[in-house]
T-cell receptor, first 114, second 114 residues
């Protein structure tokens, strides 16, 4: 059974047109993360939520925002996508913020920007 | 800042043979966790194995085992009896003990020859 579900799997948007990516989880984990992964590169953490507390990475562009309306769902909003934002976006969850935690990943949403 | 280095971008192994994937890391922390994650093409990233830095014994999970050399800051993954389903990108990753922010290496693409 899928535990971290990302929709859609593929998303095409136009340059500058806002887009929202969705993530849901059935694990009841407190923490949800968003990563950006460009082709053949390591995932790069954009931000995470611990419950309702939002934590932005220092180098995450302002163009990227996130919402977590409840425990199960988290959204990634890209306000004005540029060509450089084309990437795989990974959602992950963990029980809490301690280092021993395993992160559980979704299958990702591949975003194309035309 | 912590860094994780995977210097080999690609490796290939014959089915049923053994392969070792290398990883080194740099940290000044004494409490941390190391992970190997597997990312098959177009599928979600999953945990292969986890090592706690305070444990001297190398972690094993069925055909997967690690060689953890704490003094050398080395954390290699050995895959025994390689199977076609092992073909994937493998990421070495690090967590400090105090938080769950993963630092990934650049990954290695493993192909398995039938």
């Amino acid at each position: 059974d899928a535990m971290v579900i990302q929709n859609p799997r593929y998303q095409v948007t136009q340059f500058g047109k806002p887009v929202t990516l969705s993530c849901s989880q059935t694990l009841n984990h407190n923490v949800m993360y968003w990563y950006q992964q460009k082709s053949s590169q390591a995932p790069k953490l954009l931000f995470h939520y611990y419950d309702k507390d939002f934590n932005n990475e220092a180098d995450t562009p302002d163009n990227f925002q996130s919402r977590r309306p409840n425990t199960s769902f988290c959204f990634l909003d890209i306000r004005s996508p540029g060509l450089g934002d084309a990437a795989m976006y990974l959602c992950a969850t963990s029980r809490d913020l301690t280092g021993r935690n395993i992160q559980y990943f979704g299958a990702g949403t591949r975003l194309s920007v035309l | 800042a912590q860094t994780v280095t995977q210097s080999q971008p690609e490796m290939s192994v014959q089915e049923a043979e053994t392969v070792t994937l290398s990883c080194t890391y740099d940290t000044s922390e004494s409490d941390y966790y190391l992970f190997w994650y597997k990312q098959p093409p177009s599928r979600q990233m999953i945990l292969v194995i986890r090592q706690e830095a305070y444990k001297q014994q190398n972690a094993t999970e069925n055909r997967f085992s690690v060689n953890f050399q704490k003094a050398a800051k080395s954390f290699s993954l050995k895959i025994s009896d390689s199977q076609l389903g092992d073909a994937a990108m493998y990421f070495c990753a690090y967590n400090p003990g105090a938080n769950s922010k993963l630092t990934f290496g650049k990954g290695i693409t493993l192909s398995v020859r039938p």
